[in-house]
């Protein structure tokens, strides 16, 4: 999780234990000593409860999308925290009692190869999960509603996100908060994660496959019937202050507007291309002249948290460790409440 050799660790540590003392515990040949745990914990990051846990963490068919130029220690530390989040979080769950099942909403629904599969797909989706056509408020805790674990990772700008199923039924998905820093930039990369996490993909390349899960986003976040609504169902011109009032309700950007507008027949190839070289001169590509001001959190863990100490099924310590912080942090910041 830190990126450390056994060497960083030492010094890291101040060098009380060499690398060779390290290796020995690392291969289970000695058994560090309550001391030798505390600095272990302190070099790490972590709270000593760290290492005893007993929750089994399977990360399933998980691989990085070959888009992400990511080196093996940058795999390893996004693979490693994503596993020790959902271990704590799986634990929380194993003691509270819950055993909640994910609904594959598309479980029987065939490969997809084309535009109209993945259109067609985000519209059973809606209709499944009951969303209707209008926007959709808080994709993090929809998420977290259907039993999709979300994970949010501080990691490399040069990974996006991830999706894997965890002990073979549970699904998550994470991103990163150095690449997706806006709301609207993290709803479109957890939708497009979905994606991959659902969908069945025919014979397409991996670029086609990305650009499927884009279009499934856009479907998700403005359908068609909705755009049209919005937009009309012919345009030979658009305004970026209609783009702006739509981004503003639906939380997209106004760029995927575009494309979703192009992908819906609203305007055409030309127009589009003619657009975003707008966009380019303007320098609205990364920075739009208009933020969503919108909500995507999940406070489903430190619910689960709060009604496993107000009903003394944890301790205050144990409540501390599952946040991975030390108790005088927990109490000074909740204390008072309980």
């Not at 515990?25 to 990051?45: H, M, Q, R, T």
């Not at 969303?131 to 808080?138: E, H, P, V």
């Not at 998420?143 to 998550?172: C, H, R, T, W, Y």
């Given at each position: 999780?830190?990126?450390?050799?056994?060497?960083?660790?030492?010094?890291?540590?101040?060098?009380?234990?060499?690398?060779?003392?390290?290796?020995?515990?690392?291969?289970?040949?000695?058994?560090?000593?309550?001391?030798?745990?505390?600095?272990?914990?302190?070099?790490?990051?972590?709270?000593?409860?760290?290492?005893?846990?007993?929750?089994?963490?399977?990360?399933?068919?998980f691989?990085?999308?070959?888009?992400?130029?990511?080196s093996?220690?940058d795999?390893?530390?996004?693979?490693?925290?994503?596993?020790?989040?959902?271990?704590?979080?799986?634990?929380?769950?194993?003691?509270?009692?819950?055993?909640?099942?994910?609904?594959?909403?598309?479980?029987?629904?065939?490969?997809?190869t084309?535009?109209d599969?993945?259109?067609?797909?985000?519209?059973?989706i809606?209709?499944?999960?009951?969303?209707?056509?209008?926007?959709?408020?808080?994709?993090?805790?929809?998420?977290?509603?259907?039993?999709?674990?979300?994970?949010?990772?501080?990691?490399?700008?040069?990974?996006?996100?991830?999706?894997?199923?965890?002990?073979?039924?549970?699904?998550?998905?994470?991103?990163?908060?150095?690449?997706?820093?806006?709301?609207?930039?993290?709803?479109?990369?957890?939708?497009?994660?979905?994606?991959?996490?659902?969908?069945?993909?025919?014979?397409?390349?991996?670029?086609?496959?990305?650009?499927?899960?884009?279009?499934?986003?856009?479907?998700?976040?403005?359908p068609?019937?909705?755009?049209?609504?919005?937009?009309?169902?012919?345009?030979?011109?658009?305004?970026?202050?209609?783009?702006?009032?739509?981004?503003?309700?639906?939380?997209?950007?106004?760029?995927?507007?575009?494309?979703?507008?192009?992908?819906?027949?609203?305007?055409?190839?030309?127009?589009?291309?003619?657009?975003?070289?707008?966009?380019?001169?303007?320098?609205?590509?990364?920075?739009?002249?208009?933020?969503?001001?919108?909500?995507?959190?999940?406070?489903?863990?430190?619910?689960?948290?709060?009604?496993?100490?107000?009903?003394?099924?944890?301790?205050?310590?144990?409540?501390?460790?599952?946040?991975?912080?030390?108790?005088?942090?927990?109490?000074?910041?909740?204390?008072?409440?309980?």
């Amino acid at each position: 999780m830190n990126g450390y050799s056994l060497q960083d660790l030492a010094d890291a540590m101040g060098n009380i234990l060499t690398r060779q003392a390290l290796h020995r515990y690392e291969k289970g040949e000695v058994i560090p000593d309550s001391e030798k745990i505390n600095k272990l914990s302190k070099a790490l990051s972590v709270t000593p409860d760290y290492f005893f846990r007993t929750t089994r963490v399977e990360l399933g068919d998980f691989e990085f999308r070959k888009i992400d130029k990511l080196s093996k220690k940058d795999a390893a530390i996004i693979n490693e925290k994503a596993r020790e989040y959902l271990s704590r979080y799986l634990e929380l769950e194993e003691i509270i009692g819950l055993h909640n099942e994910f609904e594959h909403p598309l479980a029987d629904y065939p490969e997809v190869t084309l535009y109209d599969h993945v259109d067609k797909a985000a519209e059973i989706i809606r209709q499944k999960w009951s969303l209707g056509k209008g926007a959709i408020f808080n994709i993090v805790e929809l998420l977290e509603e259907k039993n999709i674990k979300v994970i949010k990772l501080d990691v490399s700008e040069n990974f996006d996100g991830l999706q894997a199923f965890v002990n073979d039924n549970i699904p998550v998905i994470a991103y990163n908060v150095n690449k997706t820093n806006k709301p609207d930039r993290i709803r479109f990369t957890l939708l497009h994660e979905l994606a991959h996490l659902l969908l069945k993909f025919g014979d397409v390349t991996e670029k086609q496959k990305e650009t499927l899960c884009h279009q499934f986003s856009g479907a998700m976040l403005l359908p068609k019937e909705t755009i049209m609504t919005e937009l009309g169902e012919h345009r030979n011109k658009l305004s970026y202050l209609e783009l702006a009032s739509i981004k503003k309700q639906y939380g997209i950007s106004m760029q995927a507007i575009v494309m979703r507008a192009n992908e819906c027949g609203i305007i055409n190839d030309h127009y589009t291309n003619q657009f975003f070289q707008l966009m380019k001169q303007m320098n609205w590509r990364v920075d739009e002249p208009v933020d969503y001001i919108g909500v995507e959190e999940s406070n489903r863990f430190e619910q689960l948290l709060f009604r496993a100490l107000i009903e003394d099924q944890i301790s205050m310590s144990k409540a501390a460790s599952l946040t991975n912080r030390s108790l005088a942090e927990f109490k000074k910041e909740y204390q008072p409440m309980f």
